[in-house]
């Protein structure tokens, strides 16, 4: 998903210590950083796709400040896929805010990194019926 100039597409998540969210989303992901930097470490999560943790705001992040946005991770598969992922992270230690259920969406859960950025667990998007028709009259 590389932008005109070739620059990427960056998401970025504010945090009081950027050494342990590093390890954090590292084990988590099961990725490595591009570069670490003392307050700014980027991930790339697919081709031009970055994923970063700052931490140049730190005094003005804390667990307790209600979370209204989430980064959403979309797992292809069944629902048995999610509920895999859930269980692979409860062993993590992650902090649970919602077990998995059911939305009108599919199967989901909803987690909290440590410094309480919330992290959504969901399938990927499938189109409404009739998606394979209107993929083949696109295509």
Not at 97 to 126: A, K, Q, W, Y
Request: proline share 9%; hydrophobic share 35%; aromatic share 8%.
């Amino acid at each position: 998903m590389t932008v005109s100039g070739g620059a990427s597409r960056c998401g970025r998540r504010y945090v009081t210590d950027v050494e342990r969210a590093t390890a954090f989303y590292s084990d988590l992901f099961d990725i490595k950083p591009v570069v670490t930097t003392p307050r700014y470490v980027p991930f790339e999560v697919a081709p031009g796709v970055l994923f970063a943790l700052w931490s140049g705001r730190a005094d003005q992040v804390t667990p307790q400040t209600p979370r209204t946005s989430e980064v959403g991770l979309m797992v292809p598969g069944s629902s048995s896929a999610i509920d895999a992922l859930h269980t692979e992270w409860v062993a993590k230690g992650v902090t649970v805010v919602e077990e998995p259920h059911d939305e009108p969406f599919g199967r989901t859960f909803l987690v909290t990194d440590p410094d309480g950025n919330l992290i959504r667990v969901s399938p990927v998007d499938r189109p409404p019926h009739g998606g394979a028709a209107l993929r083949s009259r696109i295509a």
